[in-house]
């Protein structure tokens, strides 16, 4: 079965309003004179048929246009509580959570299995509504939002990255980049030069035609990334992105989700139980029991962060 006839069977079983897009999320095609390219994992150049996130994102509020106010946090929770009723007992998976998240933070939440980071993480990524308190995104209340405005802003503003990957087993590289895009009704021409592009920038040019089961886990990973940029979203949201792969793929990941944040100003939120992460991040969240234990700012300490991983030409990416 092609693409286009899976995109079709979907489109008529979901609600049409859902994939249309309020909005183009980003001018992908302006450049600047003063852009230059950028080295390293995560860097876009100036040939990106993306340009700049930070200058081109869509400026209408009805399209997610980020805050840009350092000020204003771009995510809060406010009194947050998730609960379940399991038979006649009612389980808290989360209490009472208060976190402000600003646009452009590397942000770790860190706790250990059944802490509620999980739960939390499908908060923020609008997966889910909380039974009390207020999830803001852009200062806009999502249980305010219909489903099909929530689909919007999961499609355009946030890009997911799960452990599992969650690769179609049925499309190969390209078709599964390309997929988002598809829902967002692109431009069938343009979409197919981003995901060229992206795959040049994750390093699977040669992969195009590649399934899922023909690739490695570090190589489905990186599909995976790719095909959560493919809207070019200002919020990258991660859950143990590195728990399926080696070391040294797992420390290239996170050195291009690094890249994206420091060049690209994207928000990275990352949920994890894995301690060896908290270096790359500016700011890290400690839950446990569904509270936060703590919250620490961590400024990053570049040089200790390469000598801790090593370079990008020492990372076999296969």
């Known amino acids: ?28 095609y302006s450049e600047s004179e003063n852009d230059s390219k950028i080295n390293g994992p995560g860097g876009f150049t100036k040939n990106s048929p993306y340009g700049s996130s930070a200058r081109n994102f869509a400026k209408s509020p009805d399209s997610g246009n980020a805050s840009r106010n350092v000020e204003i946090p771009f995510i809060k929770l406010t009194d947050v509580w998730k609960i379940y009723q399991m038979g006649e007992v009612e389980f808290a998976a989360l209490k009472g959570i208060n976190l402000e998240i600003y646009e452009g933070e590397f942000l770790v939440i860190l706790g250990p299995s059944g802490s509620g980071k999980s739960t939390l993480m499908n908060l923020l990524g609008c997966l889910d509504m909380p039974s009390k308190g207020t999830v803001c995104l852009n200062s806009k209340d999502i249980s305010e939002l219909s489903e099909s405005e929530l689909a919007v802003v999961r499609g355009q503003m946030i890009g997911f990255i799960f452990q599992s990957f969650n690769l179609l087993p049925t499309l190969n590289t390209e078709e599964n980049v390309l997929l988002p895009m598809e ?70 990941i996170l050195d291009f989700l690094d890249g994206l944040q420091k060049r690209e100003g994207k928000t990275i939120i990352i949920v994890t139980h894995d301690l060896e992460l908290v270096k790359y991040a500016t700011r890290i969240v400690y839950i446990r029991d569904g509270e936060i234990e703590k919250i620490e700012t961590h400024p990053k300490n570049e040089q200790s962060m390469k000598n801790e991983r090593g370079t990008k030409n020492e990372i076999n990416l296969n």
Not at 189 to 194: D, E, G, I, N, S
Not at 234 to 246: F, K, S, W
């Open 183 to 252: 829902f967002q009704e692109e431009d069938r021409k343009t979409a197919r030069q981003k995901v060229s592009y992206l795959l040049e920038i994750v390093g699977l040019s040669d992969k195009k035609k590649n399934l899922p089961s023909q690739l490695s886990g570090g190589q489905r990973q990186r599909v995976a990334i790719a095909r959560s940029l493919g809207v070019n979203p200002p919020i990258i949201l991660a859950d143990e992105p590195t728990g399926n792969l080696d070391s040294k793929t797992g420390d290239y």
């Open 1 to 28: 079965m092609t693409l286009i006839k899976i995109i079709e069977i979907f489109k008529k079983k979901l609600n049409t309003s859902i994939l249309k897009p309020l909005e183009k999320a980003a001018d992908f």
